[in-house]
């Protein structure tokens, strides 16, 4: 297989993620009992805290009690990421790098669906916003990167559409 050392930047970067996804809930669980929360810095009380909270939904605390049905759609997916990764042009290292966080959040997080019964470990709040974790950002900037790797090479692939514009407000 021709990709094969290119696997070493999409595991090396979802190892990365895996560890301090589990190590920082471990802090978590270790020093924050269930449900309360700490604050580190006074002056960001209202805006940031970590909190420990079981989540049993997906992100932003959507479809309560699916866990372990998440957990299979979670390997799904990463079983889809690992087989259209050697698909990836060997230039394209946004895309790369996406796939890398995507698969690191998706194996974080159903480690902690195994673990727990279901549940995942969230831990950060920041104002209203639905508390997350490690594993859930990776996710989330992933799917970012993903977006703006298909815009920009949408963007090379139309050459010609920039061209016709340039043409048209020169003709004006």
Do not use: C
């Not at 299979?72 to 230039?91: D, F, N, Q, S």
């Not at 969230?122 to 993903?146: E, K, Q, R, Y």
């Amino acid at each position: 297989m021709k990709n094969r050392n290119s696997y070493w930047l999409l595991f090396g970067i979802a190892a990365i993620v895996i560890l301090l996804d589990q190590v920082t809930k471990a802090m978590v669980l270790e020093n924050l009992p269930s449900g309360t929360a700490w604050m580190p810095l006074d002056w960001l009380a209202p805006y940031a805290r970590f909190v420990n909270w079981f989540n049993s939904g997906v992100a932003f605390g959507l479809f309560q009690g699916g866990g372990m049905l998440f957990a299979v759609l979670a390997m799904v997916v990463a079983g889809g990421i690992i087989y259209y990764y050697p698909r990836i042009p060997h230039e394209d290292k946004l895309m790369q790098v996406a796939f890398g966080l995507m698969l690191g959040g998706a194996v974080g997080n159903v480690i902690d669906r195994l673990r727990f019964g279901g549940n995942v470990i969230d831990f950060i709040s920041v104002g209203s916003f639905p508390v997350f974790n490690i594993a859930d950002s990776a996710v989330t900037i992933g799917v970012g990167l993903m977006l703006l790797a298909t815009l920009l090479e949408n963007r090379k692939k139309s050459p010609a559409t920039s061209a016709d514009e340039s043409t048209e407000v020169q003709d004006s």
